[in-house]
């Protein structure tokens, strides 16, 4: 028994020897944020609800001998899990400073978007499932999971120029009803330079997606283009961005397309353990069902801002304001406005 024992004490010693000697570098962040949100629709019946956002993530790292860094990460998700809370494919880092994207990689056009600011919290007025019009500058970006992107290192042909390249093609299976990505090429860039005392930023992208869908083929497929520039004195920032072009496989079961174009401005400014963000959203869009022409506008003019103070390290109490008016087949619907309260903990 004594034989046994020491031997199973040995192996589990020689296993857990070589586990940590084989293991790789793991971090975990995160974040808990919640709040209540007060819902003030025009022509409809004020709400209350609590919104929730809670994250983890795990960081996987670790470094070869030629001084390349191999990593990937996963999420664990509480709430609010969607599409795109998916693992990571992996990230090779060379030592030249690029980095190379593989799996579920993403597209090089939305990863040069500039970040506007608007509210930091929570809150949003809902609009009908048919208005298309859209906010984000990255709207017309999107590619499948068999893709990878090429991240330059900083300095690329001309100081304080960085760009990114990234394509990925279909699955082989055969097409359904609904509209899906099969395909993308694109490419962003980021510009940064100094005015002064401002830190300059410009950002700027395009891209190409290709999809396909049984019965009815899409007259435009998803595809598109933005610019924006965000400019920092100091404690203060000001960046305004464009987009425009095309996008399939929205609303009503993913049966329609759209051309749209979105115009936003925001500013933040930092004051000790206080944040303020004020930012607007413009949204124009035409909506038709796929492989037909026509259509009517949809719009959206978002107006938001927020108040943050940082209550302790990593917690953030939150004030937050959003004002929409809309527009659905150019007929105003789903104006309203909303507002939040909450705090975020981050590790």
Known sequence: ????????????????????????????????????????????????????????????????????TISSSFKLMDE??????????????????????????????????ISVPGSAGAEGVATTSTNAAQTGLDFGTGSSTLGLEYHTASDFIADGLKMSFSTST????AATTTYRIDSHIAVGATYVTDLGDTALTIGAGISQVDGSKSDTAVTNDTNGYH?????????????????????????????????ADVVKAGVKYVTGDLTFNVGIATGDAKDNTIGSTGGSDDSKDVTSASVSYAVASGVTAILGYTSLEASDEGAATDDGSAWYIGANMAF
């Open 170 to 173: 279909d699955s082989g299976a």
């Open 80 to 113: 609010n899990a969607g599409a795109g809370d998916i693992d990571a494919g992996f990230t090779l880092a060379f030592t030249d400073g690029s980095k190379l994207d593989l799996i579920g990689a993403g597209n090089a056009s939305g990863s040069h978007a």
């Open 227 to 259: 610019v924006g520039l965000s400019a920092v004195t100091g404690d203060l920032t000001v960046a305004v961005g464009f987009a425009d072009g095309d996008k399939a496989g929205v609303n009503k079961s993913s049966a329609d397309e759209i051309t």
């Open 1 to 68: 028994m004594k034989k046994e024992l020491l031997m199973g004490t040995a192996l589990v010693s020689t296993l857990g020897a070589a586990s940590v000697a084989e293991a790789v570098t793991a971090t975990m962040s995160g974040n808990h944020q919640t709040g209540m949100e007060f819902d003030s629709p025009t022509g409809g019946t004020d709400t209350n609800a609590q919104i929730n956002d809670n994250n983890f993530t795990v960081s996987l790292s670790e470094t070869t001998d030629g001084g390349m």
